[in-house]
């Protein structure tokens, strides 16, 4: 069993910047490929960002050059650094495996950009 906990949103102003991460539990974290997730009320669930076991990562397209995926194996950790954040980012941030895992879904951290 994993159990992930997202952390680092917060209120931010249009152009500014917001650190994302995820700390997982369980000796599993390091055979999954992780991803980050976000959701706004009334929409699906959409992949931002993924990462695979040895580092390499994908952007979904609006957040290609604006955001970077990373992670820790050691700390069992994966990270979003997100930049130049736009109102459009809002939205609540989860990370989980990619494909998802129904019961690794977090609570999520909140990200809101705003003026």
């Known amino acids: 069993q994993v159990q992930l906990v997202e952390s680092g949103g917060g209120l931010v102003q249009p152009g500014g910047s917001l650190r994302l991460s995820c ?13 980050w997730y976000r959701q706004v009320p009334g929409k699906e669930r959409d992949l931002v960002a993924a990462i695979t076991q040895g ?7 609006a957040m290609k050059g604006r955001f970077t995926i990373s992670r820790d194996n050691a700390e069992n950790t994966v990270y979003l650094q997100m930049n130049s954040l736009q109102p459009e980012d809002t939205a609540v941030y989860y990370c989980n495996a990619q494909p998802p895992l129904l019961n690794f879904w977090g609570q999520g951290t909140q990200v809101t950009v705003s003026s």
Do not use: H, N, Q
């Not at 700390?23 to 991803?35: D, H, P, Q, T, V």
């Not at 580092?55 to 397209?61: I, P």
């Open 55 to 61: 580092g390499s990562t994908y952007y979904a397209a």
């Open 23 to 35: 700390a997982a539990s369980g000796s599993i974290f390091k055979s999954l490929r992780m991803a």
